[in-house]
Nanobody, 115 residues
Framework: QVQLVESGGGLVQPGGSLRLSCAASGGIFSIGVMAWYRQAPGKQREFVAA???????NYVDSVKGRFTISRDNAKNTVYLQMNSLKPEDTADYYC?????????WGQGTQVTVSS
């Protein structure tokens, strides 16, 4: 069983930056795609970005050019660098990992973009 722990959330002003981290532990052998989702207050959870080991990342259109997902397989960690943050980026951000046909979720980290 894979355990995921996110960190790096917080309060930031519009235009600012944050870097989220997600560390995987437990049954981490052959983790496939790792991804970030987010859920804003009163809205459905949405896909943000994903990356496969050695593969090209993909992003939801609303974050392209502002967010960068990366992965350090040696540390079993995936990152989400978020630049030029907007108030509409305010949400709880969740990390996922795919392994053995299962999708594992972290507990989430809160990001608030406000002046």
């Amino acid at each position: 069983q894979v355990q995921l722990v996110e960190s790096g959330g917080g309060l930031v002003q519009p235009g600012g930056s944050l870097r989220l981290s997600c560390a995987a532990s437990g049954g981490i052998f052959s983790i496939g795609v790792m991804a970030w989702y987010r859920q804003a207050p009163g809205k459905q959870r949405e896909f943000v970005a994903a990356i496969r080991s050695g593969g090209r990342p993909n992003y939801v259109d609303s974050v392209k050019g502002r967010f960068t997902i990366s992965r350090d397989n040696a540390k079993n960690t995936v990152y989400l660098q978020m630049n030029s943050l907007k108030p509409e980026d305010t949400a709880d951000y969740y990390c996922t990992a795919a392994q053995g046909g299962e999708i594992y979720w972290g507990q989430g980290t809160q990001v608030t973009v406000s002046s």
